[in-house]
T-cell receptor, first 112, second 116 residues
Framework: DGGITQSPKYLFRKEGQNVTLSCEQN?????MYWYRQDPGQGLRLIYY???????QKGDIAEGYSVSREKKESFPLTVTSAQKNPTAFYLC???????????FGDGTRLSIL | SQKIEQNSEALNIQEGKTATLTCNYT??????LQWYRQDPGRGPVFLLL?????KEKRKERLKVTFDTTLKQSLFHITASQPADSATYLC???????????????FGSGTRLQVQP
């Protein structure tokens, strides 16, 4: 079955540490996205990519970095510069940016 | 400032009734609007998309309306069932000419609880 796989489901970060969240899709979608969701809040866009080797900052990109070297993969690195990283991180993909998005089941990141 | 408002209070209704959820927005000119369902601990699932030139869209027991004059979308679930209990998110899509960026902006969602 086609879909989006995020791993790990739970992740713990120590102070000063960078961590990388994985996102893989086998839907052959061109566009991929990373969102952050805090309790009781909507999804906020961190980064998105419309095509391989290209990505744009979203609304809250500071403290995060991404790469898009392959169509099916869009990993997100939460750097030590992100001072409040505890949140639920969601990856999504779509055929084109304006099309409905398919989401993974998220990674919950916590600080040790 | 731009704002998307969904009722933050949970909506409780009896099984079999119609649930109506509201999405209001200010300072947006959306080209389209999408509705998603999110269950606890899971990613959102796409339900319906409606474009700015469409008044209404239907899919099985779901209906969405889009009034660009009122700056409002209504999402209806008819003959609601306990399995419909979830959080429902609206998302606006617009094209910003200065950056060429197309992006979805999500509301915070409304939790629906259908009582048996």
């Amino acid at each position: 079955d086609g879909g989006i796989t995020q791993s790990p489901k739970y992740l713990f970060r120590k102070e000063g540490q960078n961590v990388t969240l994985s996102c893989e899709q086998n839907l052959n979608h061109d566009a991929m996205y990373w969102y952050r969701q805090d309790p009781g809040q909507g999804l906020r866009l961190i980064y998105y990519s419309q095509i391989v080797n290209d990505f744009q900052k979203g609304d809250i990109a500071e403290g995060y970095s991404v790469s898009r070297e392959k169509k099916e993969s869009f990993p997100l690195t939460v750097t030590s510069a992100q001072k409040n990283p505890t949140a639920f991180y969601l990856c999504a993909s779509s055929d084109r940016v304006s099309q409905p998005q398919h989401f993974g089941d998220g990674t919950r990141l916590s600080i040790l | 400032s731009q704002k998307i408002e969904q009722n933050s209070e949970a909506l409780n209704i009896q099984e079999g009734k119609t649930a109506t959820l509201t999405c209001n927005y200010t300072n947006y000119s959306p080209a389209y609007l999408q509705w998603y369902r999110q269950d606890p601990g899971r990613g959102p699932v796409f339900l319906l998309l409606i474009r700015e030139n469409e008044k209404e869209k239907r899919k099985e027991r779901l209906k969405v309306t889009f009034d660009t004059t009122l700056k409002q979308s209504l999402f209806h679930i008819t003959a609601s069932q306990p399995a419909d209990s979830a959080t429902y998110l609206c998302a606006l899509g617009e094209f910003t000419w200065d950056t060429g960026r197309r992006a979805l902006t999500f509301g915070s969602g409304t939790r629906l609880q259908v009582q048996p």
